[in-house]
């Protein structure tokens, strides 16, 4: 059974920094790519940043290059996402999962099962 648990949410402060955090089972973790997502309130869910299997490759939407920051733990199955200077329009509930064998780095769908994602607000 797939299970994504993402963590590190809250509310924050514009030009503040949070790490999200994402724990994930059910498949083996050091075969998939892993991608962070977001949805805000009435738009759909969009791609934010992923990460090749071992880590060797990162990819970012453009809102998120330069502030953002994917990792990965395989020996703890878990993904990372360090986000620095907020800005308001980052407000969005974060979500992550793995990719699809025949999702693209920069334009991922992911799989079907979601995990409850975690709020991350940004306020000025």
Request: hydrophobic fraction near 30%.
């Amino acid at each position: 059974q797939v299970q994504l648990v993402e963590s590190g949410g809250g509310l924050v402060q514009a030009g503040e920094s949070l790490r999200l955090s994402c724990a994930a089972s059910g498949r083996t973790f050091d075969s998939y790519g892993m991608g962070w997502f977001r949805q805000a309130p009435g738009k759909e869910r969009e791609f934010v940043a992923t990460i090749t299997p071992k880590g060797l490759g990162t990819y970012y939407a453009n809102s998120a290059k330069g502030r953002f920051t994917i990792s990965r733990d395989n020996a703890k199955n878990t993904v990372y996402l360090q986000m620095n200077w907020l800005k308001l329009e980052d407000t969005a509930v974060y979500y992550c999962n793995y990719l699809r064998p025949s999702d693209s780095y920069i334009n991922p769908q992911g799989f079907d099962s979601w995990g409850q994602g975690t709020q991350v607000t940004v306020s000025s």
